[in-house]
């Protein structure tokens, strides 16, 4: 009997979350725990990590899971690394969404991380939108000069190391239009992001070409070759190429 373990916490593992119950393909869903208020899935769900790729291939093996779909965050590139490793005898099946790709009017500087990022914000005081969630504000404390605008899901849990900061906790889908208020009521003059893709974070980089605002664009990291597919209904067709039991 097949039994599928979507790791999530994206738009898009929600939507084959969806997709699979509808199916009535039995399924288990997995938030990383980052999120203190993840969204209410359809399937029988868990929370927390597995304990490296040794504790997934071991979760794999004692639940009986027969395919697996990572629909984690682009940036999650160690979980995605461990499910690559742990399924070497499990099909495994990446869920991505495509990256953003700078079209005309868009002032991007690309970086290749979040130190290379911290290194661009090198230089006098300006007032900078911090778009990376909370997992890495630690890592701008070298650059105490700039006044950051915070948008994150949750209140951050201890001290950010930013004096001048101001914090919102809001979760997108976020529309242009409030994102060039929001920035405009901030005098936002510099934008720092992951390139995340997608459409629910997309409104900050559409809101910063209109308004004619640098990006500092950190590029997604490196992760194991291995297969992808960039919609639900791929995911589907892949499910049921897999398992001609899945009536798919």
Known sequence: MTHLLILGGTTEATALAHAVHAAGITAT????GRVARPKRQPLPTRVGG???DA????YIAEHGITHVVD????????????????CKDTPLLALSRPKWAAQ???QWQHVPDIAAAVQALNGPARKVMLAIGRLHLDAFAPQPQHQYLLRLVDAPSGDVPLPNRHIIVDQGPFTPGNDIALMRAHQIEVIVSKNAGGTG???KITAARRLGLPVI???RPAIPARAEVGTVSAVMEWLAA???????
């Open 242 to 248: 897999h398992d001609t039991d899945l009536g798919v």
């Open 50 to 52: 597995f304990g490296g």
């Open 29 to 32: 869903f997995s938030y990383a």
């Open 55 to 58: 504790g997934l291939k071991s």
């Open 217 to 219: 664009m950190i590029d």
């Open 104 to 106: 005309d009017g868009d």
């Open 71 to 86: 629909a984690t965050h682009p940036f999650a590139a160690q979980m995605s690394t461990n499910a690559v490793v742990a």
């Open 201 to 203: 974070a997309q409104a």
